[in-house]
Nanobody, 121 residues
Framework: QVQLVESGGGLVQPGGSLRLSCAASGSIFSIYSMGWYRQAPGKQREMVSVISNSGSTNYADSVKGRFTVSRDNAKNTVHLQMNSLKPEDTAVYFC???????????????WGQGTQVTVSS
């Protein structure tokens, strides 16, 4: 069984910063990509940023230059540093990881429970 636990959400003023963290635990053999998605009210879930196990990163155009994703492979953690936050960044942020449970299993995506980020004055 695998769990992804997020932390670091909250309320911040426009222009402020937040750092999200996510830790994966359980019977993990290997982790491929890790990353963050978000879902605003009435909108579909969208990719924010993804990082591969080799460190390659991908960002949504809307967050490039403001957000930075990083991971610690030894601790099975992924972080999202969010700077210059805007009201349109308000959403529930979900951690995602593609995890392999063993040598004979197929890697599949796992999700955290989500953490609320609200950007408002």
């Amino acid at each position: 069984q695998v769990q992804l636990v997020e932390s670091g959400g909250g309320l911040v003023q426009p222009g402020g910063s937040l750092r999200l963290s996510c830790a994966a635990s359980g019977s993990i053999f290997s982790i491929y990509s890790m990353g963050w998605y978000r879902q605003a009210p009435g909108k579909q879930r969208e990719m924010v940023s993804v990082i591969s196990n080799s460190g390659s990163t991908n960002y949504a155009d809307s967050v490039k230059g403001r957000f930075t994703v990083s991971r610690d492979n030894a601790k099975n953690t992924v972080h999202l540093q969010m700077n210059s936050l805007k009201p349109e960044d308000t959403a529930v942020y979900f951690c995602n990881a593609v995890i392999n449970l063993g040598t004979v299993s197929v890697p599949r995506p796992y999700w955290g429970q989500g953490t609320q980020v609200t950007v408002s004055s």
